[in-house]
């Protein structure tokens, strides 16, 4: 079963009828094991994905050409990707040709816990400031974002 609680002190507390008939339910002096996973906080994965949209407009790749001879296109998806890789969270595949393959994990709520989301966005800022923005602080970098997020 699950149940919420909510930290007061040094105490948790059951939310909602279910929860408090859940802890009804153990015995004084009863040990019980306990998963504890904080909900990931929407405007926090918002504010990520502005992070994102913020570097992803100021990054120019340069000119690239495919071997086919078409130019290629900068691609929100493929950038979010590379830099979730290069803020190390990715894993490794192997090709059916044998090669490897660096994918990047998923952000998904259901995926990534609020303290490994929260992680990511550290790294990810970092990541930013040293290949793309390198004339920003993480002060600067931060307040765009912040004023991103409150127009949206």
């Known amino acids: 079963m699950k149940a919420t609680f909510r930290k ?34 929407l405007q926090f994965h918002r504010k990520f994905f502005a992070l994102l949209q913020i570097a992803f407009d100021h990054w120019e790749p340069g000119e690239k050409t495919a071997r086919w001879g078409e130019t290629a296109q900068k691609n929100f998806d493929r950038f979010r990707k590379d830099i979730i890789i290069l803020a190390g969270f990715y894993y490794t595949t192997v090709r059916v040709d044998g090669s490897l393959r660096v994918e990047a994990m998923s952000q998904s709520f259901g995926k990534m816990t609020e303290d490994e989301f929260e992680e990511l966005y550290s790294k990810t800022i970092d990541v930013i400031l040293q290949r793309i923005m390198t004339n920003y602080t993480k002060e600067d970098l931060e307040r765009v974002v912040d004023e991103i997020v409150a127009f949206a």
Do not use: I, M, T, Y
């Open 8 to 41: 007061a002190g040094n105490a948790l507390h059951p939310v909602g009828e279910a929860s408090l008939e859940l802890l009804q339910k153990v015995k004084a002096g009863e040990d019980v094991f306990v998963d504890v996973v904080r909900p990931r906080n």
